[in-house]
């Protein structure tokens, strides 16, 4: 069911991973969010690693491994840390996975 209101679009498509994957992809999440003005959100430490795959206008992230200096991406994953981060959507829609370690793991093993 969808009900239509005035203003920004805001949607969530969540799925659970493929059966091969569920060792190590934790959901699927996909989002569209089209308020007029972007928001930057604190995101707390996480045991999982986020993979985002952006299909609109990037983040602005900015995360302790950098000293909290702001980075302009198109699309990232992020380590496991135990501070938060600040990220900000400019216009988003993305695609978004939560790796569980071991996913991680084999990820960043195989293609970096």
Do not use: T
């Not at 200096?69 to 994953?77: D, S």
């Amino acid at each position: 069911m969808r009900i239509e209101v005035p203003g920004p679009v805001r949607e969530l498509v969540a799925s659970p991973p493929a059966p091969a994957l569920r060792g190590v992809v934790i959901e699927y999440r996909g989002f569209r969010d089209d308020a007029p003005a972007p928001v930057a959100q604190r995101q707390p430490p996480s045991a999982c690693i986020p993979v985002i795959i952006d299909l609109g206008a990037g983040w602005h992230v900015a995360a302790p491994a950098g000293g909290y200096r702001r980075e302009r991406l198109r699309g990232f994953a992020a380590g496991m840390h135990d501070s938060f981060a600040l990220v900000e959507a400019a216009g988003l829609i993305c695609a978004y996975f939560p790796l569980k370690p071991q996913g991680g793991k084999f990820l960043f093993k195989k293609f970096l």
